[in-house]
Protein backbone atom coordinates (compact mmCIF):
# COMPACT_ATOMS: atom_id res chain seq x y z
CA UNK A 1 0.00 0.00 0.00
CA UNK A 2 1.43 3.41 -0.90
CA UNK A 3 0.48 5.57 1.69
CA UNK A 4 1.58 3.78 4.66
CA UNK A 5 3.46 6.90 6.77
CA UNK A 6 1.65 9.15 8.98
CA UNK A 7 3.75 11.72 10.33
CA UNK A 8 0.94 13.08 13.05
CA UNK A 9 0.49 9.93 14.92
CA UNK A 10 0.97 9.52 18.62
CA UNK A 11 4.21 8.07 19.19
CA UNK A 12 2.57 6.45 22.64
CA UNK A 13 -0.25 4.76 23.88
CA UNK A 14 -2.69 7.24 26.01
CA UNK A 15 -3.88 5.44 29.30
CA UNK A 16 -6.99 5.18 28.02
CA UNK A 17 -6.27 2.93 24.64
CA UNK A 18 -3.25 1.16 26.37
CA UNK A 19 -6.05 -0.14 28.91
CA UNK A 20 -8.80 -0.89 26.52
CA UNK A 21 -6.26 -3.19 24.93
CA UNK A 22 -4.78 -4.48 28.34
CA UNK A 23 -8.21 -5.13 29.14
CA UNK A 24 -9.36 -6.87 25.84
CA UNK A 25 -6.01 -8.94 25.92
CA UNK A 26 -7.03 -10.25 29.10
CA UNK A 27 -10.55 -11.63 28.23
CA UNK A 28 -8.45 -13.24 24.68
CA UNK A 29 -6.23 -15.29 27.14
CA UNK A 30 -9.25 -15.76 29.19
CA UNK A 31 -11.38 -17.30 26.35
CA UNK A 32 -8.34 -18.59 24.60
CA UNK A 33 -7.84 -20.74 28.29
CA UNK A 34 -11.39 -21.91 28.18
CA UNK A 35 -11.29 -23.64 24.31
CA UNK A 36 -8.50 -25.38 25.39
CA UNK A 37 -10.18 -26.66 28.09
CA UNK A 38 -13.18 -27.56 26.33
CA UNK A 39 -11.43 -28.85 23.43
CA UNK A 40 -10.01 -30.85 26.16
CA UNK A 41 -13.42 -32.19 27.72
CA UNK A 42 -14.72 -33.39 24.15
CA UNK A 43 -11.72 -35.73 24.15
CA UNK A 44 -11.77 -36.77 27.59
CA UNK A 45 -15.60 -36.41 28.95
CA UNK A 46 -15.07 -38.47 31.66
CA UNK A 47 -13.46 -35.09 32.88
CA UNK A 48 -16.84 -33.53 33.38
CA UNK A 49 -18.20 -34.69 36.55
CA UNK A 50 -15.21 -33.15 38.29
CA UNK A 51 -16.70 -30.00 36.88
CA UNK A 52 -19.47 -30.63 39.26
CA UNK A 53 -22.52 -28.36 37.52
CA UNK A 54 -19.88 -26.10 35.45
CA UNK A 55 -19.59 -28.65 32.80
CA UNK A 56 -18.81 -28.19 29.14
CA UNK A 57 -22.35 -26.61 28.10
CA UNK A 58 -22.02 -23.87 30.57
CA UNK A 59 -18.23 -23.21 29.82
CA UNK A 60 -18.99 -22.63 26.04
CA UNK A 61 -21.45 -20.30 26.50
CA UNK A 62 -18.63 -18.29 28.97
CA UNK A 63 -15.99 -19.23 26.49
CA UNK A 64 -17.96 -17.56 23.33
CA UNK A 65 -19.20 -14.46 25.00
CA UNK A 66 -16.14 -13.68 26.37
CA UNK A 67 -15.01 -13.70 22.86
CA UNK A 68 -17.79 -11.37 21.58
CA UNK A 69 -18.47 -9.44 24.44
CA UNK A 70 -14.80 -9.10 25.84
CA UNK A 71 -11.92 -9.49 23.61
CA UNK A 72 -13.61 -8.27 20.29
CA UNK A 73 -15.60 -5.52 22.06
CA UNK A 74 -13.17 -3.52 24.49
CA UNK A 75 -10.77 -2.15 21.81
CA UNK A 76 -13.59 -0.75 20.72
CA UNK A 77 -14.05 1.32 23.74
CA UNK A 78 -10.45 2.29 23.13
CA UNK A 79 -11.80 3.56 19.51
CA UNK A 80 -14.37 5.46 21.26
CA UNK A 81 -12.27 6.80 23.99
CA UNK A 82 -9.94 8.05 20.89
CA UNK A 83 -12.66 9.58 18.54
CA UNK A 84 -14.77 11.69 21.40
CA UNK A 85 -11.15 12.50 23.21
CA UNK A 86 -12.18 10.78 26.02
CA UNK A 87 -8.35 9.82 26.56
CA UNK A 88 -7.02 12.93 26.73
CA UNK A 89 -7.15 16.07 28.90
CA UNK A 90 -9.26 15.67 32.40
CA UNK A 91 -11.31 12.64 31.41
CA UNK A 92 -8.86 10.31 30.92
CA UNK A 93 -9.00 9.63 34.23
CA UNK A 94 -12.26 8.34 34.01
CA UNK A 95 -11.14 5.71 30.68
CA UNK A 96 -9.56 3.11 33.56
CA UNK A 97 -12.97 2.96 35.97
CA UNK A 98 -14.91 2.14 32.89
CA UNK A 99 -13.27 -0.36 31.69
CA UNK A 100 -12.99 -1.94 35.09
CA UNK A 101 -17.00 -1.37 34.98
CA UNK A 102 -17.58 -3.39 31.74
CA UNK A 103 -14.92 -6.21 32.39
CA UNK A 104 -17.18 -6.56 36.02
CA UNK A 105 -19.90 -7.16 33.72
CA UNK A 106 -18.35 -9.65 31.76
CA UNK A 107 -16.83 -11.65 35.40
CA UNK A 108 -21.21 -10.95 36.71
CA UNK A 109 -21.99 -12.26 32.80
CA UNK A 110 -19.82 -15.37 33.33
CA UNK A 111 -21.33 -16.37 36.97
CA UNK A 112 -24.70 -16.04 35.61
CA UNK A 113 -23.90 -18.48 32.97
CA UNK A 114 -21.81 -20.75 34.83
CA UNK A 115 -24.69 -20.80 37.02
CA UNK A 116 -26.90 -21.73 34.55
CA UNK A 117 -28.89 -18.91 33.91
CA UNK A 118 -29.59 -18.21 30.58
CA UNK A 119 -32.06 -16.76 27.92
CA UNK A 120 -31.00 -19.52 25.50
CA UNK A 121 -29.78 -17.01 22.61
CA UNK A 122 -26.73 -17.64 20.80
CA UNK A 123 -24.78 -14.60 21.99
CA UNK A 124 -27.33 -12.85 23.49
CA UNK A 125 -27.47 -14.94 26.86
CA UNK A 126 -27.54 -12.30 29.34
CA UNK A 127 -30.13 -12.71 31.73
CA UNK A 128 -31.42 -11.77 35.37
CA UNK A 129 -28.67 -9.43 37.37
CA UNK A 130 -26.24 -9.18 34.42
CA UNK A 131 -29.09 -8.56 31.31
CA UNK A 132 -29.53 -5.63 33.96
CA UNK A 133 -26.14 -4.47 34.71
CA UNK A 134 -24.23 -4.58 31.13
CA UNK A 135 -26.24 -2.31 29.91
CA UNK A 136 -25.61 0.06 32.94
CA UNK A 137 -22.36 -0.22 32.44
CA UNK A 138 -22.61 0.79 28.32
CA UNK A 139 -24.50 3.76 29.67
CA UNK A 140 -21.39 4.77 32.00
CA UNK A 141 -19.60 4.69 28.55
CA UNK A 142 -21.79 6.93 26.96
CA UNK A 143 -21.87 9.34 29.65
CA UNK A 144 -18.10 9.75 29.64
CA UNK A 145 -18.46 9.72 26.24
CA UNK A 146 -21.00 12.71 25.85
CA UNK A 147 -19.16 14.18 28.33
CA UNK A 148 -15.81 14.50 26.67
CA UNK A 149 -17.37 15.52 23.64
CA UNK A 150 -19.46 18.38 25.09
CA UNK A 151 -15.59 19.79 27.12
CA UNK A 152 -14.10 19.73 23.48
CA UNK A 153 -12.65 23.16 22.90
CA UNK A 154 -14.80 24.87 19.64
CA UNK A 155 -11.68 25.78 17.86
CA UNK A 156 -9.82 22.25 18.30
CA UNK A 157 -8.97 21.99 14.39
CA UNK A 158 -9.91 18.30 14.30
CA UNK A 159 -13.43 19.68 15.13
CA UNK A 160 -14.88 20.36 12.13
CA UNK A 161 -18.56 21.10 11.60
CA UNK A 162 -18.83 17.46 9.63
CA UNK A 163 -17.52 15.78 12.25
CA UNK A 164 -18.94 16.93 15.25
CA UNK A 165 -22.13 16.28 13.29
CA UNK A 166 -21.30 12.90 12.92
CA UNK A 167 -20.03 12.35 16.28
CA UNK A 168 -23.66 13.79 17.18
CA UNK A 169 -25.16 10.96 14.88
CA UNK A 170 -22.77 8.55 16.50
CA UNK A 171 -23.87 8.93 20.21
CA UNK A 172 -26.80 9.24 19.39
CA UNK A 173 -27.00 5.86 17.67
CA UNK A 174 -24.80 4.51 20.76
CA UNK A 175 -27.68 5.39 23.13
CA UNK A 176 -30.02 2.89 21.73
CA UNK A 177 -27.25 -0.22 21.74
CA UNK A 178 -28.21 -0.72 25.57
CA UNK A 179 -31.56 -0.74 25.83
CA UNK A 180 -31.41 -2.90 21.96
CA UNK A 181 -29.14 -5.46 23.91
CA UNK A 182 -31.62 -5.88 26.86
CA UNK A 183 -34.83 -6.33 24.50
CA UNK A 184 -32.56 -8.26 22.08
CA UNK A 185 -31.80 -10.54 25.23
CA UNK A 186 -35.70 -11.42 25.55
CA UNK A 187 -36.25 -15.00 25.03
CA UNK A 188 -39.40 -14.05 23.15
CA UNK A 189 -38.03 -11.48 20.32
CA UNK A 190 -36.75 -13.69 17.73
CA UNK A 191 -35.66 -12.82 13.77
CA UNK A 192 -36.89 -14.36 10.62
CA UNK A 193 -35.62 -17.94 9.85
CA UNK A 194 -35.05 -20.94 7.43
CA UNK A 195 -37.52 -23.04 7.57
CA UNK A 196 -35.02 -25.96 5.88
CA UNK A 197 -32.27 -25.36 8.50
CA UNK A 198 -34.00 -23.39 11.44
CA UNK A 199 -30.63 -20.76 10.82
CA UNK A 200 -31.12 -17.44 9.48
CA UNK A 201 -32.37 -16.49 6.61
CA UNK A 202 -30.29 -14.87 3.45
CA UNK A 203 -32.03 -11.63 4.01
CA UNK A 204 -30.77 -11.32 7.61
CA UNK A 205 -27.13 -12.82 6.45
CA UNK A 206 -27.17 -9.98 3.95
CA UNK A 207 -28.17 -7.46 6.61
CA UNK A 208 -25.53 -8.37 9.43
CA UNK A 209 -22.75 -8.48 6.71
CA UNK A 210 -23.52 -5.07 5.38
CA UNK A 211 -23.19 -3.89 8.96
CA UNK A 212 -19.85 -4.85 9.50
CA UNK A 213 -18.92 -3.14 6.01
CA UNK A 214 -20.56 -0.17 7.43
CA UNK A 215 -17.98 -0.38 10.45
CA UNK A 216 -15.10 -1.33 8.35
CA UNK A 217 -16.49 2.21 5.75
CA UNK A 218 -16.64 4.16 8.97
CA UNK A 219 -13.77 2.83 10.87
CA UNK A 220 -10.51 5.12 9.03
CA UNK A 221 -12.76 8.05 9.56
CA UNK A 222 -12.09 8.09 13.26
CA UNK A 223 -8.75 7.09 13.44
CA UNK A 224 -6.68 8.16 10.20
CA UNK A 225 -6.79 10.92 7.04
CA UNK A 226 -7.43 10.31 3.77
CA UNK A 227 -4.56 10.18 1.22
CA UNK A 228 -6.54 12.60 -1.07
CA UNK A 229 -9.81 14.43 -1.21
CA UNK A 230 -11.67 12.52 -3.55
CA UNK A 231 -10.87 8.96 -4.36
CA UNK A 232 -12.74 6.35 -6.80
CA UNK A 233 -12.68 3.20 -4.75
CA UNK A 234 -14.43 5.37 -1.64
CA UNK A 235 -16.98 7.00 -3.95
CA UNK A 236 -17.72 3.84 -5.50
CA UNK A 237 -18.12 1.94 -1.82
CA UNK A 238 -20.35 4.03 -0.64
CA UNK A 239 -22.53 3.41 -3.45
CA UNK A 240 -22.31 -0.11 -3.64
CA UNK A 241 -23.25 -0.26 0.21
CA UNK A 242 -26.75 1.63 -0.51
CA UNK A 243 -27.58 -0.30 -3.71
CA UNK A 244 -26.55 -3.55 -1.50
CA UNK A 245 -28.78 -2.14 1.62
CA UNK A 246 -31.46 -1.44 -0.98
CA UNK A 247 -31.48 -4.74 -1.82
CA UNK A 248 -31.73 -6.14 1.86
CA UNK A 249 -34.95 -4.23 2.27
CA UNK A 250 -36.22 -5.61 -1.11
CA UNK A 251 -36.00 -8.92 0.36
CA UNK A 252 -37.73 -8.13 3.44
CA UNK A 253 -38.12 -10.06 6.65
CA UNK A 254 -40.17 -13.24 6.11
CA UNK A 255 -39.30 -16.92 6.92
CA UNK A 256 -37.84 -18.38 3.45
CA UNK A 257 -35.41 -21.29 2.48
CA UNK A 258 -32.26 -20.60 1.08
CA UNK A 259 -33.43 -23.04 -2.05
CA UNK A 260 -34.66 -20.20 -3.71
CA UNK A 261 -32.40 -18.69 -6.23
CA UNK A 262 -33.19 -14.92 -5.51
CA UNK A 263 -31.56 -15.93 -1.79
CA UNK A 264 -28.50 -17.26 -2.62
CA UNK A 265 -28.13 -14.92 -5.64
CA UNK A 266 -28.62 -11.53 -3.39
CA UNK A 267 -26.03 -12.79 -0.72
CA UNK A 268 -23.47 -13.27 -3.78
CA UNK A 269 -24.01 -9.25 -4.01
CA UNK A 270 -21.27 -9.46 -0.97
CA UNK A 271 -18.19 -10.74 -2.99
CA UNK A 272 -18.06 -7.63 -4.77
CA UNK A 273 -16.19 -6.31 -1.28
CA UNK A 274 -13.47 -8.36 -1.47
CA UNK A 275 -11.45 -6.08 -3.74
CA UNK A 276 -13.50 -2.63 -2.94
CA UNK A 277 -12.47 -3.20 0.99
CA UNK A 278 -8.54 -3.76 0.25
CA UNK A 279 -9.03 -0.56 -2.44
CA UNK A 280 -11.21 1.27 -0.20
CA UNK A 281 -8.48 0.99 2.77
CA UNK A 282 -5.86 2.42 0.22
CA UNK A 283 -7.53 5.88 0.03
CA UNK A 284 -6.54 6.29 3.81
CA UNK A 285 -3.38 7.08 5.43
CA UNK A 286 -1.72 4.54 7.59
CA UNK A 287 1.09 4.02 10.20
CA UNK A 288 3.33 1.59 9.03
CA UNK A 289 3.25 -0.92 11.49
CA UNK A 290 -0.03 -1.82 11.09
CA UNK A 291 1.06 -3.45 7.14
CA UNK A 292 1.59 -6.96 8.42
CA UNK A 293 -2.45 -7.26 10.94
CA UNK A 294 -3.89 -5.25 7.63
CA UNK A 295 -2.87 -7.52 5.03
CA UNK A 296 -3.96 -10.84 7.51
CA UNK A 297 -6.92 -8.81 7.66
CA UNK A 298 -7.54 -8.76 3.94
CA UNK A 299 -6.88 -12.72 3.40
CA UNK A 300 -8.97 -13.76 6.39
CA UNK A 301 -11.54 -11.04 5.05
CA UNK A 302 -11.89 -12.91 1.66
CA UNK A 303 -11.72 -16.05 2.93
CA UNK A 304 -14.66 -15.06 5.14
CA UNK A 305 -16.68 -13.85 2.22
CA UNK A 306 -16.12 -16.70 -0.01
CA UNK A 307 -16.61 -19.40 2.49
CA UNK A 308 -19.61 -17.74 3.98
CA UNK A 309 -21.74 -17.93 0.29
CA UNK A 310 -20.30 -21.59 -0.76
CA UNK A 311 -21.79 -22.76 2.89
CA UNK A 312 -24.68 -20.92 2.39
CA UNK A 313 -25.51 -22.86 -1.27
CA UNK A 314 -28.12 -25.20 -1.57
CA UNK A 315 -26.80 -28.94 -0.99
CA UNK A 316 -23.68 -27.34 0.92
CA UNK A 317 -26.17 -25.91 3.67
CA UNK A 318 -28.03 -28.47 3.92
CA UNK A 319 -25.20 -31.07 4.52
CA UNK A 320 -22.88 -28.79 7.10
CA UNK A 321 -25.98 -27.12 8.91
CA UNK A 322 -24.93 -28.01 12.61
CA UNK A 323 -22.05 -29.29 12.38
CA UNK A 324 -18.65 -28.85 13.12
CA UNK A 325 -17.99 -27.03 9.28
CA UNK A 326 -20.11 -24.31 11.02
CA UNK A 327 -17.58 -23.61 14.34
CA UNK A 328 -14.74 -23.61 11.69
CA UNK A 329 -16.80 -20.56 10.05
CA UNK A 330 -17.40 -18.70 13.34
CA UNK A 331 -13.24 -19.01 13.76
CA UNK A 332 -12.73 -17.56 10.75
CA UNK A 333 -15.18 -14.78 11.15
CA UNK A 334 -13.84 -13.89 14.87
CA UNK A 335 -10.31 -15.74 15.24
CA UNK A 336 -9.43 -15.04 11.60
CA UNK A 337 -10.93 -11.93 10.16
CA UNK A 338 -12.15 -9.06 13.61
CA UNK A 339 -8.98 -9.97 15.58
CA UNK A 340 -6.81 -9.32 12.69
CA UNK A 341 -8.87 -6.22 12.07
CA UNK A 342 -8.84 -5.24 16.03
CA UNK A 343 -5.42 -5.74 16.12
CA UNK A 344 -4.47 -3.62 13.07
CA UNK A 345 -6.93 -0.80 14.52
CA UNK A 346 -4.92 -1.38 18.13
CA UNK A 347 -1.77 -0.29 16.16
CA UNK A 348 -2.75 2.44 14.70
CA UNK A 349 -4.32 3.56 17.45
CA UNK A 350 -1.70 3.19 20.36
CA UNK A 351 1.42 4.69 17.71
CA UNK A 352 4.51 3.32 16.73
CA UNK A 353 6.11 3.14 19.81
CA UNK A 354 4.14 0.51 21.26
CA UNK A 355 3.34 -1.77 18.04
CA UNK A 356 5.82 -3.72 18.59
CA UNK A 357 3.61 -6.14 21.31
CA UNK A 358 1.70 -7.32 18.13
CA UNK A 359 4.12 -7.55 15.46
CA UNK A 360 6.39 -10.09 16.53
CA UNK A 361 6.97 -12.57 13.78
CA UNK A 362 6.36 -15.37 16.18
CA UNK A 363 3.27 -14.74 17.94
CA UNK A 364 2.16 -13.65 14.70
CA UNK A 365 2.64 -16.63 12.64
CA UNK A 366 1.50 -18.34 16.01
CA UNK A 367 -2.08 -17.17 15.98
CA UNK A 368 -2.55 -17.05 12.01
CA UNK A 369 -1.35 -20.71 11.24
CA UNK A 370 -3.49 -21.79 14.52
CA UNK A 371 -6.47 -19.97 13.24
CA UNK A 372 -5.94 -21.37 9.53
CA UNK A 373 -5.07 -25.28 10.93
CA UNK A 374 -7.61 -25.33 13.38
CA UNK A 375 -10.78 -24.12 10.35
CA UNK A 376 -9.10 -26.93 8.19
CA UNK A 377 -9.38 -29.65 10.86
CA UNK A 378 -12.33 -29.08 12.23
CA UNK A 379 -14.06 -28.63 8.64
CA UNK A 380 -12.78 -31.84 7.44
CA UNK A 381 -14.06 -33.21 10.83
CA UNK A 382 -17.69 -31.25 10.15
CA UNK A 383 -17.73 -32.28 6.66
CA UNK A 384 -17.72 -36.09 7.68
CA UNK A 385 -20.55 -35.33 10.30
CA UNK A 386 -22.35 -34.24 8.21
CA UNK A 387 -23.04 -37.27 6.25
CA UNK A 388 -22.31 -39.09 9.72
CA UNK A 389 -23.92 -37.42 12.67
CA UNK A 390 -22.22 -40.00 14.95
CA UNK A 391 -18.93 -39.70 13.74
CA UNK A 392 -18.10 -36.48 16.90
CA UNK A 393 -20.62 -38.25 18.82
CA UNK A 394 -18.98 -41.28 18.80
CA UNK A 395 -15.29 -41.75 19.99
CA UNK A 396 -13.25 -43.22 17.42
CA UNK A 397 -10.00 -42.39 15.85
CA UNK A 398 -10.16 -40.44 13.35
CA UNK A 399 -12.43 -38.27 15.32
CA UNK A 400 -10.00 -38.37 18.13
CA UNK A 401 -6.58 -37.81 15.67
CA UNK A 402 -8.72 -34.54 14.07
CA UNK A 403 -9.75 -33.29 17.71
CA UNK A 404 -6.21 -33.45 19.17
CA UNK A 405 -4.78 -31.41 16.29
CA UNK A 406 -7.33 -28.87 16.85
CA UNK A 407 -6.22 -28.60 20.46
CA UNK A 408 -2.82 -28.27 19.81
CA UNK A 409 -3.75 -25.40 16.92
CA UNK A 410 -5.89 -24.07 20.15
CA UNK A 411 -2.72 -24.47 22.58
CA UNK A 412 -0.68 -22.16 19.53
CA UNK A 413 -3.71 -19.54 19.74
CA UNK A 414 -3.06 -19.54 23.45
CA UNK A 415 0.56 -18.94 23.33
CA UNK A 416 0.36 -16.69 20.84
CA UNK A 417 -2.19 -14.29 22.84
CA UNK A 418 -0.19 -14.91 26.04
CA UNK A 419 2.62 -13.24 24.37
CA UNK A 420 0.91 -10.11 23.57
CA UNK A 421 -0.35 -10.16 27.16
CA UNK A 422 3.12 -9.95 28.75
CA UNK A 423 4.29 -7.72 26.51
CA UNK A 424 0.51 -5.15 27.04
CA UNK A 425 1.39 -5.52 30.86
CA UNK A 426 4.64 -3.40 30.39
CA UNK A 427 3.07 -0.46 28.27
CA UNK A 428 4.22 2.49 29.43
CA UNK A 429 0.84 4.38 29.48
CA UNK A 430 -0.50 2.23 31.87
CA UNK A 431 2.13 3.03 35.32
CA UNK A 432 0.03 5.37 37.12
CA UNK A 433 3.05 7.90 37.73
CA UNK A 434 5.13 8.18 34.63
CA UNK A 435 4.32 10.43 32.03
CA UNK A 436 4.24 9.83 28.64
CA UNK A 437 5.08 12.76 25.62
CA UNK A 438 2.04 12.26 23.35
CA UNK A 439 1.63 14.93 20.29
CA UNK A 440 3.24 17.42 22.56
CA UNK A 441 0.76 16.91 25.37
CA UNK A 442 1.89 14.96 28.89
CA UNK A 443 -0.43 12.72 29.94
CA UNK A 444 -0.17 11.36 33.59
C1 LIG B 1 -10.35 -15.49 19.49
C2 LIG B 1 -10.38 -16.79 19.79
C3 LIG B 1 -11.60 -17.62 19.70
C4 LIG B 1 -12.86 -17.28 19.32
C5 LIG B 1 -13.35 -15.93 18.88
C6 LIG B 1 -13.67 -18.46 19.43
C7 LIG B 1 -15.00 -18.51 19.10
C8 LIG B 1 -15.78 -19.62 19.16
C9 LIG B 1 -17.14 -19.70 18.74
C10 LIG B 1 -17.94 -18.54 18.14
C11 LIG B 1 -17.56 -20.96 18.93
C12 LIG B 1 -18.96 -21.51 18.65
C13 LIG B 1 -19.01 -22.04 17.25
C14 LIG B 1 -20.40 -22.49 16.86
O1 LIG B 1 -21.06 -23.20 17.63
O2 LIG B 1 -20.82 -22.11 15.75
C15 LIG B 1 -16.46 -21.70 19.50
C16 LIG B 1 -16.51 -23.02 19.83
C17 LIG B 1 -15.42 -23.74 20.29
N1 LIG B 1 -14.14 -23.27 20.45
FE1 LIG B 1 -13.54 -21.37 20.27
N2 LIG B 1 -12.90 -19.49 19.87
C18 LIG B 1 -11.63 -19.02 20.05
C19 LIG B 1 -10.54 -19.71 20.49
C20 LIG B 1 -10.54 -21.07 20.76
C21 LIG B 1 -9.39 -21.83 21.15
C22 LIG B 1 -7.99 -21.28 21.36
C23 LIG B 1 -9.80 -23.11 21.31
C24 LIG B 1 -8.93 -24.26 21.68
C25 LIG B 1 -8.88 -25.35 20.99
C26 LIG B 1 -11.22 -23.15 21.04
C27 LIG B 1 -12.03 -24.27 21.13
C28 LIG B 1 -13.36 -24.31 20.88
C29 LIG B 1 -14.18 -25.50 21.02
C30 LIG B 1 -13.72 -26.86 21.50
C31 LIG B 1 -15.48 -25.14 20.66
C32 LIG B 1 -16.70 -26.03 20.67
C33 LIG B 1 -16.94 -26.67 19.36
C34 LIG B 1 -18.06 -27.69 19.44
O3 LIG B 1 -19.13 -27.40 20.00
O4 LIG B 1 -17.85 -28.77 18.95
N3 LIG B 1 -11.63 -21.90 20.71
N4 LIG B 1 -15.38 -20.86 19.62
Redesign the pocket.
Known amino acids: MSADRQPSMPQHATPGVAGAVWHSLVW ?1 VL ?2 TM ?2 M ?2 IL ?1 LLPGLNPWLGEWTYGRW ?1 MV ?2 NI ?1 LYG ?1 CSLPMLGFLFKVYGADRGSFSNWCRPVLWLWSGALVAGSISWLSGQSSGKLFLDWSGFARVFFPVVMEALWLLLIVAFISKPQGDPDSTLVTRIAKMVGLIILAAVPLAIYFASSSSVYPALNPDTGGPTAASQLESSLGVVLILLILPFGITRRTQSLSKAVTLSWIVFLAEAGLCVALGRTDVSHHRPAQYLSLASLLVWIPLIPAYCAAFRWHAATRGWRIAMFWWWGGLVVSGWVLFLPGVLDRIKFT ?1 V ?2 GH ?2 VA ?2 GFL ?1 ALLIFVMIQLMGEEDAWIFNRRWSFHAWNLGVLAYVVIISIAGWIEGANPAFTIVPGPAREFLYIV ?2 L ?2 VA ?2 AGSLEWLTAASSLPALERHVEVELQGVNVA
Open positions: LGNGVIALMHMAWDLVSIVATRLTGML
